[in-house]
């Protein structure tokens, strides 16, 4: 079966079990294979609910990817991705299969920033220079005779992304990760991890107040619509659960709530044989809307996040068609002059892997389970960062360090610390 999937119950013990097998859980699990010393001798399982992926974030992404961000952290991630989907057959090839084809498009990222938000932005690309990227500066004269079809009111500034931005297939990433990692001997299993068995009190650790730290021993993974579950008992436990991973990791320690939960995007996609065309980058708007071109045929697809007090319930995946109507199209045709007359074509819904303290990856050791790694809160990042995570993941449970890039601001530690690391380019 695709990536070693198998309705077989999973196997008695593992040395370390993914739980999720989104892009994240499967980026984990081919780096700890990639990485490990002695070849073959680890035995990684990946344990997915839903093998259609129906409500997983991997396939509902935009497939974006950016180098422009105000975090070094967040820049340097999306530059060692960007590195590694460009030579993606030398990581991800498998021989004897074809290769992987990501369907990259370079159009790059254009935002737009008002007079309030120029500073912040001039700020950002110099970062983002220093760190290596390579944006352009863009008046709004400049802008307007490079993208003839903006219009520039309310616009003091612009950044463009002139290499390593654009957009890529995410079911080509998710599909790409899970061969190659079943080809180096990853093992997965459909299931749904409803409990773990602990051990308590191995010490102290200090998390704002002394407590009591556990340890996993047993994975319970359970059969779909069963009663039936196999434990698994294993060393090391990553939380991949994406939207998911606030409620799994409250399962192995209900006294530590991470913020890590589902909030439902809208992505709408609309035809406008007048609209700007194939020259057309992935802009973000100054209120905060965005939209790309969607192949060649005169469809484009967009929307933006709701205000906080607008979140939309999560118990479905239903599509709010007024949200558009109400608040995306109005910029769109604003920004867009052209834009005014368009016709929606079809929407659909995603859960952001949202992480409400401060909206950036939460990567490490969770504080009160020894042995539990969390890699999620991506909150809508978590596509293009997948390599980069991955990695960075397999590094500390196989060298107990971040290695390649130092991640540790990520860390769990902060949320209990209430220090946010707040990404301020967010869409
Ligand atoms: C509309 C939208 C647009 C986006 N656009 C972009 C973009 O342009 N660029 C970008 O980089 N990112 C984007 N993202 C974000 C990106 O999709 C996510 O950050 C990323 O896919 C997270 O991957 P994941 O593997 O952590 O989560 P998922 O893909 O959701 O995988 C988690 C998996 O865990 C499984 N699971 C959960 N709990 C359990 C359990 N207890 N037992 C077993 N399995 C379990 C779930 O079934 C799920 O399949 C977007 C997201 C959305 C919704």
């Known amino acids: 079966m695709p990536g070693g999937r198998s309705r077989s119950p999973p196997p008695e013990q593992a040395d370390v079990v993914v739980v999720g097998g989104g892009v994240v859980g499967w980026a984990v699990a081919y780096w700890l294979k990639a990485l490990e010393g002695r070849p073959g001798a680890m035995r990684v399982l990946v344990v997915e609910r839903d093998p259609t992926y129906s409500r997983a974030s991997s396939v509902r992404a935009v497939g974006g990817i950016r180098q422009q961000f105000s975090l070094p952290e967040n820049i340097r991630m999306s530059r060692f991705s960007a590195s590694f989907l460009r030579t993606v057959n030398e990581h991800l090839g498998v021989p004897g299969e074809p290769p992987v084809d990501l369907q990259f498009n370079p159009s790059g990222y254009l935002f737009l920033a008002s007079e309030r938000g120029a500073a912040a932005l001039e700020r950002n690309v110099r970062l983002q220079r220093d760190e290596g990227a390579r944006v352009a500066l863009l008046s709004p004269a400049r802008l307007k005779e490079k993208f003839p079809w903006v219009n520039v009111d309310g616009v003091a500034l612009a950044s463009y992304g002139l290499e390593d931005e654009g957009w890529f297939d995410p079911w080509a990433l998710l599909g790409a990760f899970r061969r190659k990692a079943a080809s180096l001997g990853v093992l997965s299993c459909v299931g749904e991890v409803k409990s773990f068995v602990m051990s308590s009190n191995v010490g102290l650790v200090a998390t704002g107040q002394e407590q009591p730290v556990s340890r996993i021993r047993y994975v319970n993974v359970h059969a779909a619509d069963s009663r039936e579950y196999q434990p698994v008992s294993c060393a090391v436990v990553v939380n991949a659960a994406g939207a998911w991973a606030g409620e799994l990791a409250q399962l192995a320690e209900p006294r530590l709530r991470l913020p890590l939960e589902p909030r439902k995007r809208f992505v709408y996609v609309w035809h406008c044989p007048d609209g700007p065309g194939l020259e057309c980058p992935l802009l973000v708007d100054t209120s905060g809307v965005y939209f790309r071109r ?27 068609y007024d949200f558009f109507q109400e608040k995306v199209w109005p910029e769109l045709a604003r920004r867009v002059p052209a ?64 290695q390649s890039l130092d991640l540790s ?15 301020s380019a967010v869409v």
Do not use: C, M
């Open 409 to 423: 601001r990520f860390g769990p530690g902060r949320l209990a610390a209430g220090e946010p690391l707040a990404e």
């Open 294 to 320: 969607d192949g060649i045929g005169g469809n484009y697809l967009g929307g933006r996040s709701p205000a906080e007090e607008d979140e939309p319930d999560t118990s479905d995946l239903e599509v709010d």
């Open 339 to 402: 834009f005014a007359a368009l016709k929606v074509r079809s929407a659909w819904a995603g859960y952001y892997d949202y992480n409400a303290f401060d909206r950036s990856a939460v990567l490490g050791a969770h504080p009160g389970v020894e042995n539990l790694f969390v890699a999620a809160g991506f909150s809508g990042r978590g596509l293009q960062q997948a390599p980069a995570a991955g990695r960075a993941v397999a590094e500390l449970v196989l060298r107990g360090r971040f």
